[in-house]
């Protein structure tokens, strides 16, 4: 298996910092009424003044997540997607008949597995959308070990990466939040005249980092989690910001 690579996020063609640090409180989504902040969780949409704002992109396939129902709505990243490419995603709740109607013939599986081939490798003229799993890795591994579709799907893998997820997970480091994985499908699929189409897919995921190293490196004396990469808190990089709620 190939070393993981390391991403450069501030690379990223797309800087959300003058957009979302507009956002320092709650409100409510004028579709539900729910309280959020940056984007409402169940309707898919900027709130507040992030309202036609946030970047806008239009993807060369489909994109289905699919969803564990377990999955907590405010701690997926998949929604970012949804958010940036609302014509293009959609959000689906994992049950037997989820994906009845899909043609699985035109349809891809983000899944790694000796079966997968490299979306960088692949004619993705054909494929008209890909499905990529959002639940923890057991909770992927059930789904399409239950889903007579999802088994039935081409798998489709990108190159290995190593996760910038502030999140810790009982995992390796190459194991990327859904939005890591949904963005490097795309940029992957592009080979290599890709010029930052898609990198919009990442404009929560690079601002919600940024904030994070941010809050940490200006205060050192603030342990990280222990168990979380090493060196994953950049001290020597400490950025303004910090009176920003997250």
């Known amino acids: 298996m190939a070393s993981p690579e390391t991403y450069d996020i501030h690379e990223l063609k797309v ?19 729910k309280s959020v902040k940056y984007f409402c969780y169940y309707c898919y949409r900027a709130v ?14 489909k994109l289905d997540v699919v969803k564990h129902a377990k999955e907590l709505d405010g701690k997926s990243t998949a929604i970012h997607a949804k958010v940036v490419a609302p014509e293009d995603v959609e959000i689906i709740t994992y049950s037997d008949a989820c994906l009845d109607g899909v043609d699985v013939e035109r349809t891809a599986l983000l899944y790694p597995g000796p079966d997968a081939q490299d979306v960088g490798a692949m004619d993705m003229s054909r494929v008209e959308r890909v499905v990529v799993i959002d639940g923890t ?15 039935r799907m081409q798998k489709v893998t990108i ?27 795309y940029r992957d699929s592009a080979g290599s005249g890709y010029d930052g189409e898609y990198d919009a897919l990442m404009c929560f995921f690079k601002y919600f980092y940024t ?11 603030r342990p990280f989690h222990s168990r979380h990469q090493a060196n994953y808190i950049d001290y020597s990089a400490a950025q303004g910001g910090a009176e920003r709620a997250a």
Do not use: H
């Open 15 to 33: 800087d959300p910092e003058p957009v979302l640090s507009k956002c320092t409180e709650r409100v409510a989504c004028e579709t539900c009424g």
């Open 48 to 61: 507040g003044e992030l309202e036609g704002k946030v970047p806008q992109i239009r993807l060369p396939f």
């Open 137 to 151: 890795w057991s909770q992927a591994k059930a789904m399409v070990r239950d889903s007579a579709q999802l088994q």
């Open 159 to 185: 190159r290995p990466r190593r996760t910038r997820f502030w999140r810790y997970q009982n995992m390796d480091e190459q194991y990327l939040a859904t939005i890591e994985a949904i963005y490097f499908l």
């Open 211 to 221: 904030y994070i190293q941010g809050e940490y490196a200006a205060r050192p004396e």
